[in-house]
């Protein structure tokens, strides 16, 4: 994969679902990978960190370390991310600022941690897993939605920041994936829980995945990798779904 082979790569959320995915495509195609998450990754191949990216000071600590140890990050994924489903109403004060507090705030955290670095060197991809959530309502995740869609965006407006210093930001926004995080959601591991999500609930207003199969994790990870290289030199700013058409592309 050209512009990945010998880069060091930093990947947040890494010790398991995407992030680990993500983590395993990236050490496959040559690069150096930088494992953080508040877990140990077990993966071999890649030197894990331990940060919970909702501490800026932890976050600027790690880079620092990751910098001295591998050399200077070149490729950055934000993937660490949480999902608490519950309507509005349901919805407590600690849920919502925890959901931005992952989703919304770690990914500026580390953003803005590296690109620093990226700016000064004028060279660098950033690259945040987002949601197609973030840009069609759903009913019981508007935390989720509405913190995956502020990452969305503020990487956006990082990309346009830093395009000319030859720093590319997009996001890859999933769909249902087979990760831990949907599984854990009420009913999540039912019999016929996939089934269900493939054929969408008129009710709830959501429809199937027109594709006809949930993704894999690794269906993700290898659309960042895409974005990741060389082959994508001249895209920034964008936002790729990888959700088997469930968006309609809204």
Excluded at 8 to 31: D, E, F, R, T, W
Excluded at 51 to 69: K, P, Q, T
Excluded at 84 to 89: D, F, G, N, Q
Aim: net charge neutral; hydrophobic share 50%.
């Amino acid at each position: 994969m050209k512009g990945v082979e010998g880069r060091i790569a930093l990947v947040s959320g890494a010790a398991g679902g995407i992030g680990a995915a993500v983590c395993a495509a990236l050490a496959g195609a040559g690069a150096k990978v930088a494992a953080a998450d508040t877990q140990a990754s077990a993966q071999p191949g890649v030197a894990s960190y331990l940060l919970d990216v909702r501490d800026a000071r932890a976050v600027e600590a790690a880079v620092a370390a990751i910098e001295r140890d591998l050399g200077p990050i070149e490729i950055l994924v934000n993937v660490a991310g949480v999902l608490r489903a519950a309507s509005v109403r349901e919805t407590d004060d600690e849920t919502w600022r925890q959901s931005f507090a992952v989703n919304a705030d770690g990914v500026f955290n580390l953003s803005r941690a590296v690109t620093r670095h990226m700016a000064v060197r004028r060279s660098g991809v950033v690259v945040t897993v987002g949601s197609n959530a973030a840009s069609v309502p759903r009913i019981g995740m508007a935390a989720y939605a509405a913190s995956k869609a502020a990452a969305v965006m503020f990487t956006r407006c990082l990309g346009l920041e830093l395009a000319g210093y030859g720093v590319r930001c997009n996001v890859v926004s999933p769909g249902s994936t087979d990760t831990p995080m949907l599984r854990g959601l009420p009913g999540g591991d039912a019999p016929g829980a996939f089934e269900a999500v493939l054929a969408g609930e008129p009710a709830a207003f959501r429809v199937g995945v027109p594709l006809g199969r949930v993704a894999l994790p690794e269906d993700v990870a290898e659309a960042v990798l895409f974005l990741a290289s060389d082959h994508a030199r001249h895209i920034t700013m964008h936002e790729l779904m990888v959700d088997g058409g469930a968006s309609l592309r809204a």
